[in-house]
């Protein structure tokens, strides 16, 4: 086997590594994101993001709420919008620090 084929197949193995790393770490991100715990951290911080956003004026239920047992949670559309917000507001804080970081750095 002459050592361009070799190159070759540990170029395609890498790769298929590498690609198949790179969807698990979305699948793993996705269903971290998408947690029980994590949605309810994102939630409570898009509620304090939209409280101090209005001054107050806008109020935003806890994401504490017990679910009966044997139903299904039925979240309003004010529940996406806090847990979007908080999302795209702490993605936004540490791509900030980041910037300022490497700024000073």
């Given at each position: 086997?002459?050592v361009?084929?070799?190159?070759e197949v540990?170029?395609n193995?890498?790769?298929?590594?590498?690609?198949?790393?790179?969807g698990?770490v979305?699948d793993?991100?996705?269903?971290?994101?998408?947690?029980?715990h994590t949605?309810r951290f994102?939630?409570g911080i898009?509620r304090?993001?939209?409280?101090?956003?209005?001054f107050g004026?806008?109020r935003i239920a806890?994401?504490?709420?017990?679910?009966?047992?044997?139903?299904?949670?039925r979240?309003?559309r004010?529940?996406?919008l806090?847990?979007?917000?908080?999302?795209?507001?702490?993605?936004?804080l540490?791509?900030?620090?980041?910037?300022t970081?490497?700024?000073?750095?």
């Amino acid at each position: 086997m002459p050592v361009d084929e070799i190159g070759e197949v540990a170029v395609n193995l890498v790769a298929a590594a590498v690609r198949h790393g790179g969807g698990l770490v979305v699948d793993l991100t996705v269903d971290h994101v998408f947690s029980r715990h994590t949605a309810r951290f994102f939630h409570g911080i898009g509620r304090r993001v939209i409280a101090v956003a209005t001054f107050g004026r806008v109020r935003i239920a806890s994401s504490l709420r017990v679910v009966p047992k044997g139903r299904s949670a039925r979240p309003a559309r004010s529940d996406w919008l806090a847990l979007w917000i908080g999302i795209v507001s702490w993605v936004v804080l540490f791509a900030g620090i980041g910037l300022t970081a490497t700024h000073f750095l």
